[in-house]
């Protein structure tokens, strides 16, 4: 049985400008409006959009979120522990003291956002279930039942 791969530009989906979905998705609003918002709570994404019903449980963040998360605050918080102990030698206590709470706090704040603009990223790039099926709109979905 043949193989047919789609391979014109007609189905290709839809590729969004990066920045502004980056940095909607960092600020956890929708990619593509930009004022609803993409979680109901903490990291549980909105199956729609609430201002332009983009699809928002189309994404597949899965664990990158915490990997850059990670690798973000351990640039931070490493390289700042090392500079004071080299600079000051203060005691153990000190150093857990600062440290640990800045991390525990970047880390709080950073995952929702860093979630939020791979989330934006996935949508600019029709990226995974963004990327729809080939002659359909990536990313412009409406919730079932929406006008
Ligand atoms: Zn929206």
Do not use: N
């Not at 007609?10 to 593509?32: I, K, S, Y």
């Not at 640039?75 to 090392?82: Q, T």
């Amino acid at each position: 049985m043949p193989v047919t791969y789609a391979t014109s530009s007609a189905a290709a989906p839809a590729v969004q400008p990066l920045g502004p979905a980056l940095r909607r998705g960092f600020a956890l609003r929708c990619p593509c409006c930009g004022k609803g918002r993409i979680f109901r709570g903490y990291l549980k994404v909105r199956p729609f959009c609430e201002t332009c019903g983009l699809e928002l449980q189309l994404q597949r963040a899965d664990d990158a979120p915490p990997y850059f998360t990670i690798l973000i605050v351990g640039h931070i918080v490493i390289p700042g522990m090392l500079i004071l102990q080299q600079q000051a030698d203060p005691p153990a206590w000190l150093q857990y003291a600062i440290w640990l709470p800045l991390a525990l706090l970047l880390t709080v704040i950073l995952l929702p956002r860093v979630k939020g603009a791979l989330i934006g990223l996935q949508w600019a790039r029709a990226m995974h279930g963004f990327g729809g099926e080939p002659g359909e709109t990536a990313g412009q979905g409406l919730p079932p039942g929406a006008p």
